[in-house]
């Protein structure tokens, strides 16, 4: 029904905020973790939303991104939550993160949210897996993307690194998003790709 709405924002209120368009102050419930990417107070802002209709109310969920947006329903069709569940979700992490947590089989990571337990958050992981696209959160130097045997090799030293930090006991989200900050050349073996890896999971 409301595809997105565009206009200056004018209030914030912990995960609440206010944005006008055609003289009309639009109520939106969004994400934390959307707060600190937010623009400036009274500049332009464009919220994609998810209207929720019930008996006694309306409420409209947003967010910064059509991406960010189709998660949010993505979630909505685990049997167990609702918008309230969902935006806790996205709260508690960055829709990037729980991709990566939802590909990665890191139910631990997607427990941790208030009100999600490890049975949800293992049901999450089965409804959702398939329906997400590795490369929306990988680059395509460990998706390995297109035919060619270099995009292979650099796949296969990607995904070798990645088991190896999870052999190492690091969550396979954590593991994921140390090889994603690595620039893998074709040069590079297993080990040197898990070294570069490590290095960013020091800090």
């Known amino acids: ?3 997105y709405i565009r206009g200056p924002l004018t209030e914030i209120d912990e995960d609440v905020i206010v944005v006008e368009g ?23 802002v464009r919220i994609y ?15 910064l991104t059509r991406q960010d947006l189709k998660m949010f329903k993505q979630l909505l069709g685990v049997n167990g939550i609702g918008p309230k569940g969902a935006l806790g979700l996205l709260s508690a992490m960055r829709p990037d993160d729980l991709r990566l947590a939802i590909i990665t089989g890191d139910a631990k990571a997607i427990s941790k949210a208030p009100g999600i337990g490890s049975k949800t958050a293992q049901r ?7 329906r997400i696209a590795i490369d929306e959160v ?9 035919e060619s045997g270099r995009e292979s090799s650099l796949a296969d030293a990607g995904r070798e690194a990645i088991d190896a930090l999870t ?4 969550s ?13 050349t074709e040069s590079m073996t297993v080990e040197e790709v898990l070294k570069a890896s490590l290095k960013h999971l020091a800090f």
Do not use: H
Request: net charge negative; hydrophobic share 45%.
């Open 49 to 63: 939303t998810y209207l929720q209709v019930r008996e006694d109310a309306m409420s409209l969920f947003g967010f």
């Open 22 to 44: 055609a003289g009309v102050g639009y109520n939106i419930k969004v994400p934390k973790s959307l707060l600190d990417e937010l623009p400036d107070m009274g500049k332009e």
């Open 138 to 146: 990988m680059p395509a130097a460990v998706v390995g993307q297109g």
């Open 172 to 184: 396979g989200m954590e593991a994921a998003k140390a090889v994603r900050q690595v620039e893998i």
């Open 124 to 130: 999450v992981i089965l409804d959702l897996k398939d």
């Open 1 to 3: 029904m409301i595809s």
């Open 167 to 170: 052999a190492l006991g690091y």
